[in-house]
């Protein structure tokens, strides 16, 4: 009797297994809503000319200046858009890097100071990390007072055919950079 009952209990589980495969191929397969793209091959055709707007919640993002967040950056946001010291911004002359969730990008940009009209010409290099279709972080690594020095005309703007590096090709600083 209980080599039936083993018996019974085999050929049960082996229907069962028999039946799942079968029951799993009826079913339609997920396709991965685009807001889950972690892909960053995928995602920068989608987000790549507003990465900004796609930022996650707890999001944190590191500059040569500080740190930032979402609460820091609504702060910052506010205070920009009552006192803008540039506008008429462009960016321009962009390069990706794409590696799975993890994306690096440089380009250029210019801005106009709204007190003088001078416009400034940065670039920049930064990498990105995807999360659930969302920029969870943001490193950037030029130094943004580039601006600032050529509104002070210290350093030099770029040439129309240099690559976004750090500086202009041409620069020289009138004082010493750092200590």
């Excluded at 995602?43 to 790549?48: F, N, R, S």
Aim: aromatic residues 16%.
């Amino acid at each position: 009797m209980n080599h039936s009952l083993s018996r019974l209990a085999c050929t049960s589980l082996l229907a069962a297994a028999a039946l799942v495969p079968a029951a799993r191929s009826q079913s339609p397969t997920p396709t991965p809503s685009p807001l889950a793209i972690t892909d960053s091959a995928k995602w920068i055709p989608i987000h790549g000319d507003n990465i900004w707007a796609e930022y996650s919640d707890d999001w944190q993002g590191w500059f040569p200046g500080g740190h930032d967040n979402k609460f820091h950056h609504l702060y910052v946001q506010n205070v920009w858009d009552h006192h803008p010291v540039t506008d008429h911004w462009e960016v321009f002359n962009k390069h990706w890097v794409l590696d799975g969730e993890w994306f690096a990008a440089e380009w250029f940009y210019r801005a106009k100071f709204t007190d003088d009209g001078f416009q400034q010409w940065e670039s920049t290099l930064g990498i990105g990390h995807l999360r659930d279709g969302k920029l969870i972080s943001w490193t950037e690594y030029f130094d943004d007072e580039i601006g600032n020095l050529q509104h002070l005309r210290m350093m030099t703007v770029y040439d129309q055919d240099e690559m976004p590096f750090p500086w202009p090709a041409k620069a020289a600083l009138k004082l010493p950079y750092r200590p």
